[in-house]
């Protein structure tokens, strides 16, 4: 096995929670089977367990660490669904809700108001009940002074919610991930602003940059505020859908290119005030918490922030470094702390994107070097990389797949990097020199000619639409991009026939089902 394949025991354990994640969202849909499968995941592993020890065989070992991480979803799923449950009661019934605006609001395609509440409680029939997570209330936005909406307020609102549940519904799946349990719709006058407030200091930060770049009146201020936060409450969707198409939108979600970023500036700074390697670590990791504190703990910039840490912890201590085991760690991570961040397609999208990377940019790169020069085979290997790993994944997700994307991000993805440098330039000197506001608008500049161009590329309808994708074409993409990677030690003409047998197998799946 070790001449076939180069294993990881992370990755191992990755895959083995995000199988036990998928399959604890369908078990735990009627009570009867809760127990059932719970006593077996813990008798099957004390029993390995034992073995493991009496005989100590190590793949024993593995195997038992492989139940017992496999066992952690199902205890979480198998909990949070008895707290969804306790919510039963105020399933479709009219309620009061009390709670705090965690969340820019933002708006529907339809035009109403969306509103995003923490810290909920529910007032029915006289009595008070704590709810555990977040609910979501639709509006119209008429009649409101949407400057009453601030971050930290509390407002009261008669409604009546509807529940999710653990059903294993994709729709239900895309709210519980984000510890939303319940939607509602109330009218204008159902609504009360209340005068509580609990602003963190999270809020007050944000509050600040986004008065502070429209004071400015920075043109396209809002994409600026999204690539700082990943906030995109404030972008027309227009412009959010255009991204889409073209393939571009994760310029708005933070991820390992703002991350890379912060890292670039602090450790030039750094290395300018000749800070010992040691405080230089502390430093970094202080400033990402922070940062992801700021961007309330997103899929995308835990797992940017993370990795970038051990690739700063592998320099200082003079060890080798491995993407996949790293990005495998990292993903273990998470979904022991939520299992159901697997359904958040900010997961998926980024760890299929550094997936990508990690197992397909060395074989292109090395075919490339016969046409281009290095620099160029290394961009372009990078770009088609994450292009190839991510082409189900948007058929799936977003049912259609843009033919220019690759070279959308060539062109888009640098200039509005380069334009978010100015702008975070332009702010600072801005703050010190107010004259020298001119330099956001250059940021403006910029980014009008991304967006322009984007919605170009977009009018062109160079774009494969999928009406229906099967989630088993995922799977099969990725065993072909191991298939083709470096960890797989097999011969060349090996790997492009297997590949050939998998592509045709899913073609006749896609086919027939």
Known sequence: MKRLMNLRVFLILAIAMLVASTFATYVFITNSLRLIIFSILVALFAILLIISIIYKFKFLYLFSAVLLFMSIPFINVYFRSKNLDKNYKFNESEVTVYGKFSENFSYTTSGNLKLTLDDVYIISNGETHKIDGKIQLYTNPSNFNLDDFKLGRYISASTELSFYFLDGNSSSMFYLNRNIVASGYALFYEITFTDDYNITLRDRIRNFTLEYLNKFDVEYSEIGYAMIFGDTSFIDGNVIETFRNTGIAHILAVSGLHVSLIVGILSFILKKLKVPNKVNFVIFGITLLFYSYLC??????????????????????????????????VAVLILLVDPLKMYNISFVLSFSAVLSIILLASPIKRFLFRYFKPKMASTLSLNLAVQFGLLVINAYYFERYQLLGLLCNLISVPLSMFSFIILIIGMAISAILPFMSFICDIYGYLMGLVVKFNHYISSLGFVIDFLEFNVLAIILMLVVMFVLSDYIFVKRNKKIATCLVVLISSMLCYLVI
């Open 296 to 329: 309330n703990f997103s899929v995308s910039v835990i797992r940017a922030a993370l990795m970038s840490m051990f690739v700063l912890y592998a320099s200082i201590r003079g060890k080798a470094y491995d993407n996949l085991s790293v990005l495998s760690f």
